[in-house]
């Protein structure tokens, strides 16, 4: 089983950075790929970034592609994900997920509750 937690949302001025953490417990962790996703007020949930479990492959949207970095330390069982240049279009709540690191959600097994972000213009 494995439990992950966000945490680093919050608000933000347009052109602004947040860096998002995700803890992961459980001793499986290092072996899951990781990915981000968010979802908007009446948007369905979108993907965002993903990472293999080794961190050495990394593919992102299109919306984030330039201006968002996924990394992870798996000695620390931590995923992150550095936003730049923030614009309001990517207000929403931010989750991470552990599981098959792919585009789709149906991908993911495990799934933190998420943490919002907030990019005022």
């Known amino acids: 089983q494995v439990q992950l937690v966000e945490s680093g949302g919050g608000l933000v001025q347009a052109g602004g950075s947040l860096n998002l953490s995700c803890a992961a417990s459980?001793?499986?962790?290092?072996?899951?790929?990781a990915g981000w996703f968010r979802q908007a007020p009446g948007k369905e949930r979108e993907f965002v970034a993903a990472?293999?479990?080794?961190?050495?492959?990394?593919f992102y949207a299109d919306s984030a592609n330039g201006r968002f970095t996924i990394s992870r330390d798996n000695a620390k069982n931590t995923v992150y994900l550095q936003m730049n240049s923030l614009k309001p279009e990517d207000t929403a709540v931010y989750y991470c997920?552990?599981?098959?690191?792919?585009?789709?959600?149906?991908?993911?097994?495990?799934w933190g509750q998420g943490t919002q972000v907030t990019v005022s213009s």
């Open positions: 990472t293999s479990w080794s961190g050495d492959s990394t």
């Open positions: 459980g001793r499986t962790f290092g072996s899951l790929g």
């Open positions: 997920a552990a599981g098959v690191a792919t585009m789709t959600p149906r991908g993911y097994k495990y």
